[in-house]
């Protein structure tokens, strides 16, 4: 027997049918003798749905009050699948946030969990009863409804597993696990067994969605073994489970980097390869070369709340100018382009030169931190399909590289087999 | 500056467009210098939608999931309209029913409200806020969301007023007041200014849905001023209030009948004339005259959460055997069908005779109790018409009689014109 934290979002609790799907599966888990508390979001469209009705009367709104109204589509879904439950035989109640309490901060729209009080939850475990929680929220210091910001349903789970010291903490999700690289691109992309915290938060963070950055942050600072699978596959155009009975770990299960190695698995040097066009290149040409220039320049944007992701400064010939290239959010260009332009004399730069149509290439491995080379490889294959690199970053388990996103198949392509990472 | 508690239901809330209608009216009252309390139900079609829900996955369902699903819909309108008065300059905020709290007892799906918090509100208040708070829902004893059944937010109003002593709780609905009888009968009824809580009741329990009859008998018993009145009305077209500025005393008054004595109004002595055609008569044939066979009938009936209402037994000639008539709600027709025949035998009756095209015809007023003759006005009215009366019932204030339904528009005009209650 364990106790699992289980995780219900997108799709999967798209509807009425399909929370009848997701009362099965956990019946499944009790069955199996499992302690189960149920984590969900809220039902398809009903958040955006909500979000609508506030942005209508208020676009520029209260955040408290904004809570309030889109907390309720979680709400919705803890009693419809506490309902569900119950109509399988499964002893079920849900829980509010406030009732636990799932306490936040009082950052309004974009609250971090604090605490989550288990008394009940345990309580209600030790009589067989399974919890229903509802992702995404929590209540403030000063008593009031919070919301975690998009996504936010997945930390949720993990706070949850955290606080209960769960066995796991199963996040299903639309994929049916964490690939190699995205099988759209590939179809000789492989779904990964395992991978490390480390490998999925670089993941994450580049644009591979299966789970928000900060539901990893808080299952690798806690510790919290966390599996993604698929709630649905479709069997000869049936809507089916991904978990025949019988067989336990269908997706893919993010964990620390001692228990794979503990399992004695063949672990590549590489996991993945992924790749981000959500970003632009930003040229400033011609800054004078002079201490202090990086500060003037990224001063301002950090001001207005654009994140800058990767950075190279040319070396100047003379000494007396430089080019700063970087990367920015593509939907921040406009906006970076105005900071800019406006403190153009301040600054000193000559041209400003911006390019949306760029790809961020990244490989990622734990591996790579005893295993020399791997740069050189990445370096090598690009350039033998006559592929440029702009731009380079690295950290201890990934490096990337900013190129032409025409380039981007074919790139992931030739990385996925030069890395050995292609399916048999 | 009076304290007053006004509610919103039905269409009044309808959409976004209605809520910053909502917010309009609102912030009027504010002007006036008035303390504002706003109780809202959910937007149109939003809890027959959740109870869909509900009603798919599991239609015997576990009640307190049920209250959990069912009373998102009013939270989701707090927030809109707190933000939406917010959006005016009005300052405003939502509360929850667990954080004032609005504690009712356990029943869940039909729970009582025990006591309203007002603590929370009366610092809004004193700081200028507008406080929002979700009609129709409370929290039990072990701090679990509740619901108090349909129609419940008009008695969250009442019982909000009572709880903050306030002057006046306005009731915005549908119709712009209460009328001598339905205006589609006839163009001669005329809209009430005053009308007592007793007269109030009868009326509400008698089919016309105005208020629901537990807030009226709340009303009653804490001597809480309300008014009904229209939210909207259409003036050449256009949506427009119904509240024009300076005109304080739109819809009419329920009050206290020493209130209307006080004003020196012209009372009639009788104030309205009702019907309701929802009712069956059922007539049991030649049943065994002896004593307990009321019991043996309605026994049974009871047990089936059949309510009986008007009932006459008559005298039987020989002493042996009588005919009992009563009348039920017309879709308990089959059921009490069903519940009788199967004690044909030992009820010892003949025959049963059913008939569903009946109306209940009544004359309200609390004048009655000083005036004779009253009852011989009705009397000799349907007469005159050649209208047949199957049962009559009378209280203090009401005399009801049963005839056939194809008489109901005619009788209702003519017991207007009688009692002088045609407009001028």
């Known amino acids: 027997m364990a106790r699992i934290v289980v995780k219900f979002g997108g799709t999967s609790v798209g509807d009425t049918d399909r929370l009848e799907n997701v009362a099965r599966m956990v019946q499944l888990e009790v069955e199996r003798g499992h302690q189960v508390a149920v984590v969900v979001s809220a039902m398809s469209g009903v958040t955006n749905q909500l979000v609508g009705y506030v942005d209508k009367i208020m676009p520029l709104y209260d955040a408290r009050e904004y809570d309030v109204v889109v907390s309720t589509g979680e709400q919705v879904t803890i009693g419809l699948v506490a309902l569900a439950l119950q109509k399988r035989g499964v002893k079920a109640r849900s829980f509010a946030s406030w009732q636990l309490p799932i306490r936040t901060n009082e950052a309004y729209g974009r609250a971090r969990i ?182 003037a320049l990224f001063g301002p944007l950090a001001a207005s709340n654009i994140n800058v992701d990767m950075i190279v400064q040319n070396v100047s010939s003379d000494g007396r100018a430089t080019d700063i290239t970087f990367t920015i959010p593509k939907t921040d260009l406009p906006r970076a382009r105005a900071v800019l332009e406006e403190r153009k004399a301040a600054l000193g730069f000559t041209e400003l030169h911006t390019d949306a149509d760029v790809c961020k290439l990244s490989v990622i491995g734990v591996g790579m931190r005893s295993h020399a080379g791997v740069a050189l490889t990445m370096f090598e294959t690009l350039a033998k399909r006559g592929i440029n690199i702009a731009v380079i970053s690295t950290s201890e388990i990934k490096i990337s590289v900013l190129i032409a996103a025409e380039y981007t198949e074919l790139a992931v392509r030739a990385l996925h087999t030069a890395y050995g990472l292609d399916a048999a």
């Open 114 to 295: 604090l605490s989550i009080g288990t008394e009940e939850i345990e309580k209600a475990m030790a009589e067989g009863v399974v919890a229903v929680v509802p992702g995404f929220q929590g209540v403030s210091g000063e008593g009031r409804i919070t919301t975690l910001g998009r996504g936010g349903s997945d930390t949720s789970a993990v706070a949850l597993a955290a606080a209960l010291k769960a066995e796991r903490c199963d996040i299903y999700t639309d994929v049916d696990g964490v690939y190699t690289t995205d099988p759209r691109i590939t179809d000789k992309a492989r779904k990964l067994p395992m991978v490390t915290y480390e490998e999925m938060l670089e993941m994450a963070s580049l644009g591979s969605k299966v789970l928000q950055t900060r539901s990893v942050e808080l299952a690798m600072n806690h510790r919290v073994r966390v599996q993604v699978l698929a709630s649905f596959r479709k069997l000869n155009g049936e809507i089916s489970f991904d978990v025949p009975p019988g067989s336990d770990m269908p997706g893919t299960l993010v964990v620390d980097e001692e228990e794979i190695m503990a399992k004695g698995l063949e672990q590549s040097v590489v996991s993945g390869i992924a790749y981000d066009t959500n970003e632009a290149k930003v040229t400033v040409a011609n800054v004078a070369d002079r201490p202090g220039v990086a500060a």
